[in-house]
C-alpha cells in the first residue's frame, strides 16, 4: 500500500484544522485539476468495496462430501457395487446424493453482505475541480477531492467538512444509531471522539437531510468508515454452531466405532466360519449401513427446515438452518437501541406548562394517543383544546411533514406513518394530531406563515411569523421554538393556568428546573414560545439578531415539551420473558449515554429503582482504551454501553463469547452488520433493516419485533429437545439393527445365519427412522421451556441418556430380533437347501480335518426357511422401533398418560404409514424377494407385537426408576472417558473440528461453509454472578445453571 494511501486510512481527519487538511490533501477549496483528479484515480484506484471471495461451485460441493462418515458409505457402495448388488449400491448412493444436494440447495448467502453495503453507496457525485462544479460518477471520486452536497443528497465519500451554510444536518443512524440528524460544522474535534461525535465529517452513505456544504474527500472505498465495515464483516468468521459443534464430535465416535465392529465382523465372518470373501464384505456392509444413521442428517435436516417454517409464520425469518437449535442456548441478548429496541420514531412524552406536567401516550408517528395529567387520567376535550391553542406554535414553526402510506411493508400495521423531515418536528406535528389537528397542511395554511429564521446550531432555536388569519390585515404572531437554556432568558411573561390570555412574569428557575429534570431522564426538551410581532419589524433580512439583540426579552413561555424515541411496548414485555428465561439483554447504541440509561430502565434492561449514579455505562472510547483482558472483566456487569462504534460491537460480541456466553446480537443499521456476523446468532430488522444488516444476519425478523426473538428462543429450546429426543430414539435403534448381525456370528443361530440383510437395515434407517424422527421433530414444547435457564454451553446430545439407552434399549431389541429369528429358524421345516448347506458344510469341516487345517470358504444359500426368519426378524426390529418412538416422545415423563393419544397427531400418521409399508414389503411377491422377506403367519405377528409391547413397558420402567438408581452411576463411569459430559472447548481446536464432520452434515447438510469460524472458547461463566442489576432482578434464573440432564 503506498505510504499516501496509509496517511489518509490512519489520519484522524476530524482532529485536524481546515487549513492543514488542505495542505495534507493537497488541494485547495477549487478542488482539483481534471489531470491531478486522473493521477490519484490511478494511484487510489475507484471509490469502490472490494468484493469478498466467493467459494467456486465445486468447493461447495467438496465440503458437502468431505466427512469421514461419508467416505465409509461410499465404500460400503464400491463393495456392494464390486459383488454386484446393485440394489444396495442404488440405495447408498441415493442416500449420498441426497444429503449432499440437502445441502447444496440449504446454502445460504452468508457473504453478500458488502455486495449490499455496495448497492446503498451514491451512484453520482458533485465534485469542484479546477473552481468549477461538476456532476460524476461517484466511483471517480478520489481522496482530496471537494465535493458538494445539499438535503436530498447520499454521500459518496468521507469528508472533511470545510465549509457549511443552511444548518446542514446529515442522517447517520445507518452508522452512529443516533435517531436525529447530525448539524455539521468545521471545527476541530477531539482526536478521540467517537463517530457519533465528529460534527465536522460526513461519512460516505448518510443522508443529506437539510443545508448544504463542502468537504474535502479523505476516505474513499474501503478506507471511508463504511468501507471498514464491508472489510470488518468479510473478515468476520461466521460463528459454528453448538449443533454443528456436536454433530462433528458425534462423527467422531460413531465412525471408530462402526470401524472397529465392521472389521471384527469381516474377520469372524471369512477366518472362523469360513464365509466366502463376497459374503464376508456383504456381512461387514450390513453391519456399517445398520450401525451408521444414514436418516438421521435427512431428520435433522428436516426438522430444522419444519422449525423454520414455523418461525416464519411467526414474523421469524432463518436464513441458516443450524441457527434454529442456537437459539435455544442463547444467554445473552445484545440489542441495538434504535430502530429496535425503539420504534426509531421520535415521540412526545411529556408537556410541561406553568401549571404541572402533562403525559402524552402513544408511540412512534401514528396519532393514536391522548394527553393525561400527572394522574394518568384523560384530559377533557375543552381541555385539550385549550392545550392545542397554546401549543399551536410547535405545529406552526415547523418545516416538517408527515402522510399516510397504504403500501409499506408491514402486514401488522393497517396504516403506516412516513415523516418527512426532522425526526423532532415529525413528533411535533403528530403531538398536534393527536390534540386533535386533522390535517396538517389544513391548520398551516389557516395561519400563513409571513416570515422566519430557520434554525441553526449556533444559536439552537428557530422562529416563524404567522398571521392569525388569511385577512389581509391580520394580527402577526412569532413563534419560537429551540433549546430552553436559549430560550428562557428571552422570556418576559409565562402562560399562566394553562390559559393563553393569562400572563405573568417568567420564573427563570422553575423552567431551568423542570427542562434540567426531564434532560436527565434522557429526554430532548425543547421550549415553545410566542408573542406579538409588530408588523414594521417584518423584514426579509430576519436573523436570530431578532432575538439575541433584542433590547428587552419579549417573549412568553408556553411550555417544554420532551421528546424521545421510546421503547416498543413489546420489547418492554420481551426483555421481561427473555429475563424469566434465565437470559440477560444488553443494550449497545450509538447514542448519548443519558439517553440510552433512561430507556435502558424503561425496558428493564436495568433496574428502574437504580439511581443513576448505580448505573455503570460504558462509552466508546472507553472500550477503545481498554484491552481484551480488561474488556472481559466490565462486560458482564454491564448492561448498557453508550456511543459505541462497530469495532465495539464486535469486542463486545467476542468479548461475552470469551466469557462463556453464547450470544444473540440484534440490530438494523450498516454499523450492526459486523457484529451480528460476529454472533453466534445475528438478527436484523426487516422492516427498517438494511440490507447490509439483513445479509450479515442469521435471522431476519419481519416485523421488527423485539418479542419476536424471544419467542423464536422458545421456538429453538424445543428444536433441542425434539433433537434430543430423535438422537435417543436413533442411536439404540442403530445400535440394535447394527448388533444383531454382530451378534449373530458370535451366538450360533442355526450355523451362523445373518437375521438381517444390507439393504433390510437401509431400509430401516431412510424409511421408519425417518418417518418416526419427524414424528418426534413435531413434538410441541414442555411446559417448564421458558422458565428453565439456558442450556449450558457446549452441553452434549450425546449425552449420558442416549449413551445409556444405546447399550439398555439395544440390548433389548438385540434379544427380540435374534429371540424371534432362533425361534422361527427352530419351528419351520428345514428344506432340501438347507440340509444341501449342512451337508457341505459337515464335508468341508472333515476335509479340513483331513488336510491338517486350511479353508475353504462356502456360500450361505438364501433358502426359503431362512427369508421367513428374516421377514419376522425384519418385522420385530421395525415394530419395537416404533414401540420404542412411543417412549421417547416424553424424555422423562411417563408415555402412559392421555397427553399420547391427545397431542401431536403425527405420531399416529406415522406409525400407520410404517406399519403399512412393512405389510407391503412382506406379502408383495417380488418386491418381498428384493428384501429377503416371505410372508409370515398370525403367530409370528402375535410374537412380534407382544415383544414390542414388552419394549415398550420395560423402557417406562427404566424412565421410572432410572433416573434415580442407573444414571449416577453411568454418568460416572462415563466422565474417564468424556462422551457424555459437556467438553472444554478450550482443548479442541478449529483444525480438529475440521477434520471430522458428520454425514453430509455439521457445515454442509445444513448449508454452512464447514471452514467458517469456530465457537469461540472460554471460561464458562455464570450470567449474573458479576452483575448485580441483573441480580436485583425478581424472577431471573442463574443463566449459567444446567437445564435437564439429558
Known amino acids: 500500500m503506498p505510504d499516501t494511501e496509509m496517511a489518509v486510512e490512519e489520519t484522524k481527519w ?58 465409509i458409505l461410499i465404500a ?27 445441502g447444496l440447495v440449504q446454502e445460504g448467502r452468508a457473504e453478500q453482505a458488502a455486495a449490499a453495503i455496495q448497492g446503498m453507496l451514491s451512484s453520482k457525485a458533485t465534485v469542484i475541480r479546477g473552481g468549477e462544479r461538476k456532476m460524476i460518477d461517484a466511483k471517480n471520486v478520489v481522496p482530496g477531492d471537494v465535493c458538494f452536497i445539499q438535503s436530498g443528497d447520499r454521500c459518496p465519500a468521507d469528508l472533511r467538512m470545510i465549509e457549511v451554510t443552511g444548518n446542514c444536518g446529515i442522517l447517520e443512524a445507518m452508522l452512529t444509531g443516533e435517531s436525529n440528524p447530525i448539524s455539521k460544522h468545521t471545527d476541530v474535534c477531539l482526536p478521540q ?76 465372518a471369512y477366518l472362523v466360519h469360513d464365509f466366502e470373501l463376497g459374503d464376508a464384505f456383504k456381512s461387514t456392509v450390513a453391519i456399517a449401513v445398520a450401525i451408521i444413521p444414514e436418516g438421521l442428517p435427512a431428520v435433522v435436516t428436516i426438522s430444522l427446515a419444519l422449525a423454520m417454517q414455523m418461525l416464519a409464520n411467526n414474523n421469524a425469518i432463518i436464513r441458516q ?64 383544546a385549550r392545550m392545542l391553542k397554546m401549543f399551536e406554535g410547535a405545529v406552526l414553526c415547523n418545516d416538517a411533514g408527515i402522510f399516510k402510506n397504504l403500501n409499506h411493508k408491514n402486514p401488522n400495521v393497517p396504516v403506516a406513518w412516513e415523516p418527512i423531515g426532522y425526526p423532532t418536528e415529525v413528533a411535533l406535528l403528530t403531538m398536534g394530531m393527536k390534540m386533535g389537528i386533522t390535517e396538517v397542511k389544513d391548520f398551516k395554511a389557516q395561519q400563513p406563515r409571513v416570515g422566519g429564521v430557520p434554525f441553526a446550531s449556533e444559536h439552537k432555536f428557530m422562529c416563524c411569523v404567522h398571521a392569525a388569519s388569511t385577512a389581509p390585515g391580520a394580527p402577526l404572531t412569532i413563534h419560537v421554538k429551540g433549546a430552553p437554556d436559549r430560550l428562557i432568558p428571552q422570556c418576559k411573561n409565562q402562560v399562566m393556568d394553562d390559559d393563553l390570555s393569562k400572563v405573568g412574569p417568567i420564573d427563570e428557575n422553575y423552567w431551568q428546573d423542570k427542562a434540567s429534570q426531564m434532560s436527565g431522564l434522557g429526554l430532548r426538551c425543547l421550549a415553545i414560545c410566542r408573542a406579538d410581532f409588530d408588523p414594521k419589524d417584518l423584514s426579509d433580512n430576519m436573523d436570530a439578531d431578532l432575538l439575541l439583540k433584542a433590547p428587552t426579552p419579549f417573549l412568553t413561555m408556553i411550555g417544554v415539551v420532551a421528546i424521545l424515541d421510546p421503547p416498543r411496548p413489546e420489547a418492554i414485555e420481551g426483555v421481561a420473558v ?32 437504580l439511581q443513576e449514579s448505580s448505573i455503570r455505562t460504558y462509552t466508546g472510547p472507553e472500550l477503545d482504551a481498554m484491552d481484551d483482558e480488561g474488556m472481559d472483566s466490565i462486560v458482564l456487569e454491564c448492561n448498557v454501553f453508550a456511543r459505541a462504534s462497530p469495532e465495539n460491537k464486535i469486542r463486545i460480541v467476542k468479548s461475552l463469547q470469551r466469557r462463556g456466553q453464547t450470544v444473540s446480537m440484534t440490530g438494523d443499521g450498516v454499523n450492526d452488520a459486523p457484529a451480528l456476523k460476529a454472533a453466534n446468532i445475528g438478527v436484523a430488522m426487516g422492516i427498517t433493516g438494511t440490507d447490509v444488516s439483513k445479509e450479515a444476519a442469521k435471522m431476519v425478523l419481519a416485523d421488527d419485533n423485539f418479542a419476536t ?109 435374534l429371540g424371534n429369528f432362533a425361534f422361527t429358524l427352530g419351528n419351520i421345516e428345514k428344506g432340501a437347501e438347507d440340509y444341501a448347506y449342512e451337508a457341505e458344510k459337515a464335508a468341508v469341516k472333515m476335509e479340513r480335518a483331513a488336510e491338517g487345517g486350511g479353508r475353504r470358504a462356502i456360500r450361505v444359500p438364501k433358502t426359503a426357511r431362512l427369508m421367513e426368519a428374516r421377514a419376522v426378524a425384519f418385522n420385530m426390529l421395525v415394530f419395537a422401533e416404533m414401540a420404542y418412538a412411543l417412549n421417547c416422545r416424553f424424555l422423562k415423563d411417563s408415555a402412559f398418560n392421555f397427553k399420547m393419544f391427545t397431542e401431536n397427531k403425527w405420531c399416529w400418521v406415522a406409525i400407520a404409514v410404517t406399519t403399512v409399508f412393512q405389510i407391503f414389503l412382506t406379502y408383495t411377491p417380488g418386491v418381498n424377494e428384493i428384501f429377503s422377506n416371505a410372508p409370515i403367519g398370525a403367530a409370528s405377528w402375535a410374537l412380534i407385537l407382544a415383544c414390542a409391547l414388552a419394549v415398550f413397558v420395560l423402557v417406562e420402567v427404566e ?53 467458517t469460524g469456530s465457537a469461540e472458547a472460554g471460561p464458562r461463566a455464570r450470567l449474573g454472578s458479576a452483575n448485580p442489576v441483573r441480580a436485583s432482578s425478581p424472577g431471573r434464573a442463574a443463566a449459567g445453571a444446567s437445564g435437564r440432564k439429558v
Not at 25 to 37: F, H, I, K, R, V
Not at 321 to 334: D, F, K, M, R, W
Request: proline share 4%.
Open 14 to 71: 476530524h482532529s485536524i484544522a481546515v487549513a492543514e487538511i488542505l495542505t495534507l490533501q493537497s488541494t485547495s477549496p477549487d478542488g482539483l485539476s481534471d489531470s491531478e483528479a486522473e493521477g490519484r484515480l490511478k494511484k487510489f484506484g475507484t471509490n469502490e468495496l472490494t468484493p469478498p471471495p466467493k467459494p467456486s461451485f465445486l468447493m461447495k460441493v467438496f465440503i458437502q462430501v468431505n466427512n469421514i462418515l461419508i467416505y
Open 76 to 102: 460400503a457402495a464400491i463393495v456392494a457395487g464390486i459383488l454386484q448388488d446393485w440394489a444396495e449400491v442404488a440405495l447408498i448412493g441415493g442416500v449420498v446424493v441426497i444429503n449432499v444436494t440437502i
Open 193 to 268: 471522539s467517537a463517530l457519533g461525535d465528529r460534527k465536522n465529517m460526513a461519512f460516505s452513505a448518510t443522508m443529506v437531510m437539510t443545508g448544504q456544504g463542502k468537504g474535502v474527500v479523505c476516505g474513499t472505498g474501503d478506507l471511508a468508515e463504511i468501507g471498514k465495515i464491508s472489510a470488518m464483516v468479510s473478515n468476520v468468521d461466521s460463528q459454528k454452531t453448538n449443533l454443528m459443534v456436536q454433530l462433528e464430535m458425534f462423527g467422531r465416535w460413531i465412525s471408530v466405532f462402526v470401524l472397529i465392529i465392521a472389521v471384527i465382523t469381516f474377520c469372524v
Open 321 to 384: 438452518l443450524p441457527a434454529v437449535e442456537t437459539l435455544g442456548s442463547v444467554t445473552v441478548i445484545c440489542s441495538d437501541k434504535t430502530g429496535t429496541l425503539t420504534k426509531n420514531e421520535m415521540t412526545v412524552q411529556l408537556m410541561q406548562t406553568s401549571t404541572q406536567q402533562y403525559k402524552m401516550t402513544g408511540v412512534g408517528y401514528s396519532p393514536v394517543g391522548v394527553v393525561q395529567d400527572e394522574n394518568s387520567k384523560d384530559l377533557p376535550d375543552e381541555k385539550v
Open 578 to 609: 427473555a429475563q424469566m428465561a434465565g437470559i440477560v439483554v444488553k443494550m449497545i447504541t450509538g447514542d448519548h449515554p443519558a439517553t440510552a440509561t433512561a430507556i435502558a430502565k424503561m425496558l428493564g434492561i436495568v433496574d428502574p429503582k
Open 709 to 817: 426473538i424471544v419467542k423464536a428462543v422458545r421456538e429453538g429450546r424445543r428444536v433441542w429437545d425434539n433433537l434430543v429426543k430423535i438422537l435417543l430414539y436413533n442411536m439404540p435403534v442403530n445400535f440394535a439393527q447394527g448388533l444383531s448381525v454382530f451378534f449373530a456370528y458370535i451366538v450360533d443361530i442355526d450355523g451362523h445365519q445373518v437375521p438381517l440383510t444390507a439393504i433390510q437395515v437401509l431400509y430401516v434407517n431412510m424409511i421408519t427412522s425417518v418417518t418416526m424422527g419427524l414424528m418426534l421433530a413435531m413434538e410441541p414444547a414442555e411446559a417448564d421451556i421458558m422458565t428453565r435457564p439456558p442450556r449450558r454451553k457446549g452441553k452434549r446430545l450425546f449425552g449420558k441418556m442416549v449413551f445409556w439407552h444405546c447399550f439398555f434399549v439395544s440390548g433389548i431389541m438385540v434379544v427380540c430380533v
Open 959 to 1011: 424412565k421410572a426408576v432410572g433416573i434415580y438408581y442407573i444414571m449416577p452411576s453411568v454418568k460416572k463411569g462415563c466422565a474417564p472417558w468424556g462422551c457424555c459430559t459437556g467438553e472444554d472447548e478450550q482443548e479442541r481446536t478449529q483444525s480438529e473440528l475440521n477434520q471430522v464432520q458428520f454425514i453430509a452434515s455439521g457445515a454442509s447438510t445444513f448449508g454452512l461453509p464447514s471452514g
